[in-house]
């Protein structure tokens, strides 16, 4: 029953209003469409579409039992944590602080053969006259750039440690970040070579930094 003084037509409309407010209420927001919740972030695995490297899967493997903690010790007698740690120091840069583009070489120095650290340019000048222009375009976009190792695994599933010699293939996460721009991750699955030394420990002798088994983007 309208009350005296109330208009009949507003009446009318405000009741259609509550009906098609409760309408709605049961099927989602006026105007809303069918979006699918997001899914989690992954947090490990190649981006869609790349293809899955042999050896532990990369969307499984555990970050903590490949890549050594940033300042925990390494066992230098096991191939697996060297390969992980030598791997990380050396392809880790940070244009805004390395002195240039050998600096990875000279933190990774120690875990490297005198031959292969010669061959990478160890020793050699870190001067911003010899890095080119290139280099000094990475410092000025403050490009940083942080590798870690998923999971490492003997290349063809063949394990030679006993023989003194073994090659290892690498899952590997690249992330890149240039100034305040979101960070761009690749993965890749280099292969490094590793001898025993005399006393037990193990350095790297070489490296195959192409995607040796399979195309899963990035270097």
Do not use: K, Y
């Amino acid at each position: 029953m309208i009350s005296r003084g109330t208009d009949p037509r507003r009446a009318t409309l405000t009741a259609l209003l509550v009906l098609v407010a409760l309408t709605l209420s049961g099927c989602g927001s006026f105007g809303q469409t069918d979006t699918p919740a997001p899914r989690p972030a992954t947090t490990t695995g190649p981006p869609p579409g790349a293809s899955q490297a042999p050896g532990p899967p990369l969307a499984t493997a555990t970050v903590g039992a490949a890549t050594p903690v940033p300042g925990g010790a390494v066992d230098r007698t096991d191939p697996a944590a060297v390969a992980a740690d030598c791997f990380t120091r050396w392809q880790s840069f940070d244009a805004r602080t390395d002195a240039g583009p050998a600096a990875g070489v000279e933190r990774a120095r120690n875990c490297l053969t005198v031959d292969f650290a010669a061959t990478l340019g160890a020793a050699g000048s870190t001067g911003a006259d010899a890095d080119g222009q290139a280099w000094q375009d990475l410092r000025a976009a403050g490009v940083h750039s942080q590798i870690s190792v998923l999971a490492t695994t003997p290349l063809g599933g063949i394990d030679t440690t006993a023989t003194g010699r073994v090659v290892l293939q690498l899952n590997v996460r690249r992330q890149t970040v240039t100034g305040d721009q979101p960070a761009v991750v690749a993965v890749s699955t280099p292969a490094l070579t590793l001898l025993r030394q005399p006393d037990g420990t193990w350095l790297v002798a070489g490296a195959d930094l192409a995607s040796v088994a399979g195309d899963a983007p990035g270097r």
